[in-house]
């Protein structure tokens, strides 16, 4: 008999079948559930608010691309 997956699990198994890296995965995953908790506390604050934790959210997955692209070059470096 199989558990019925939530959609926030449907989504962490997805970003992992996709994506071969788990910290990626991982990220991912909580990058989403970052923006969907943005949208439902939208109506409540000013849109300048939003656009600032937007911004956050945006810088830190630049940071997490440029962090994973050091790593990278470490490892090819050797």
């Known amino acids: 008999m199989a558990t019925p997956r939530t959609p926030f699990r449907n989504a962490f198994q997805q ?3 996709s994506n071969g890296e788990y910290g990626e995965a991982v990220f991912a995953l909580l ?3 970052a923006e969907n908790q943005l949208e ?3 109506p409540a604050h000013s ?3 939003v ?3 937007r911004a956050l959210l945006a810088m830190q997955t630049v940071q997490a691309k440029l962090d994973r692209e050091r790593h990278r070059l470490l490892v ?3």
């Open 15 to 17: 970003e992992i079948e």
């Open 31 to 33: 990058k989403r559930k």
């Open 40 to 42: 439902l506390i939208a």
């Open 47 to 49: 849109e300048q608010v």
């Open 51 to 53: 656009e600032f934790w």
């Open 76 to 78: 090819i470096r050797g």
